[in-house]
């Protein structure tokens, strides 16, 4: 295996200066200690065990990218790559992922690390058969359409789209006054009204939790949902999600 680091555009948005700032050394040198310890808890089994299911999905070799992939905890659960690109904000996490957890069972030809802001790196169209992405999305970067549009272009037509949001009914979100007046409100107004979609995307923190039907609403223009279920990490309640490229959407 190959593996080289490319450093492109500096850290751009807020949430990118945020995250590289957080997992700075120290952090991303605890993060890969727990790698060892974390990968024989259940979660991890789980999560380890669905990507090599997706991956396994498809004819090989395919092309992978991991947004936001820190350490590279996941990457030796692929099977079948051919070209693996990791993209992460934080140097020190990157730094971390040229030596990941099990580097001896990765399969993968070439591993590419890139350090950019996964909001507006720009890759290839149709570069990649598989894009995937934990602990991320509406968690330490809002999920939205522009997000959905920018992976959707960088898959090739059949690809899949295999990510984890944040449970707005996470026991790990605070329940606030506010957050609980507004889920008793939100059943009584009209989903597509003004004041209903505010309450909405308060309730979703701006992008920054995503329940099933969000999720849904979001990818349903460019992508069919494969599946959509509740997983409960160690640190909170999540919505599992793979979607395929529809074949019209290339
Ligand atoms: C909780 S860690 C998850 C790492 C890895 N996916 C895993 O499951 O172990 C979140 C990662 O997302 C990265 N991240 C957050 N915002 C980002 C952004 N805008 N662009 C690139 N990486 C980002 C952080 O630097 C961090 O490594």
């Known amino acids: 295996m190959h593996t080289q680091i490319a450093r492109t555009t500096p850290a751009s948005s807020s949430w990118a200066e945020r995250a590289s700032s957080r997992y700075d050394e120290a952090y991303a040198k605890r993060y890969r200690a727990h790698d060892e310890e974390f990968q024989a808890s259940g979660p991890c089994r789980e999560l380890a065990a669905w990507l090599q299911r997706i991956s396994a999905a498809f004819d090989p070799p395919i092309d992978v990218l991991d947004l936001g992939c820190g350490t590279g905890r996941y990457f030796w659960a692929l099977t079948g790559v051919r070209d693996l690109v990791g993209i992460d904000a934080s140097p020190s996490m990157l730094a971390e992922a040229s030596r990941p957890y099990n580097a001896g069972r990765i399969g993968a030809r070439s591993v590419t690390l890139v350090e950019g802001d996964l909001l507006s790196h720009q890759f290839e169209p149709a570069r990649f058969d598989l894009?995937?992405?934990?602990?991320?999305?509406?968690?330490?970067?809002?999920?939205?359409?522009?997000?959905?549009?920018?992976?959707?272009?960088?898959?090739?037509?059949?690809?899949?789209?295999a990510f984890t949001t944040v449970h707005p009914q996470s026991p790990s979100v605070p329940r606030t006054m506010t957050r609980r007046i507004g889920a008793w409100l939100e059943p009584f107004f009209n989903p597509r009204g003004a004041a209903g979609c505010y309450l909405r995307s308060r309730i979703l923190a701006g992008g920054l939790y995503a329940d099933e039907a969000r999720v849904g609403e979001l990818v349903a223009g460019a992508f069919d949902v494969e599946s959509l279920e509740r997983f409960q990490s160690e640190a909170h309640l999540h919505c599992l999600c793979v979607a395929r490229k529809a074949h019209e959407h290339q």
Request: proline fraction near 3%; charge should be positive.
């Open 131 to 161: 894009v995937y992405s934990i602990g991320v999305l509406a968690e330490h970067v809002p999920f939205d359409e522009t997000l959905v549009v920018r992976v959707s272009r960088w898959l090739k037509a059949g690809g899949r789209f």
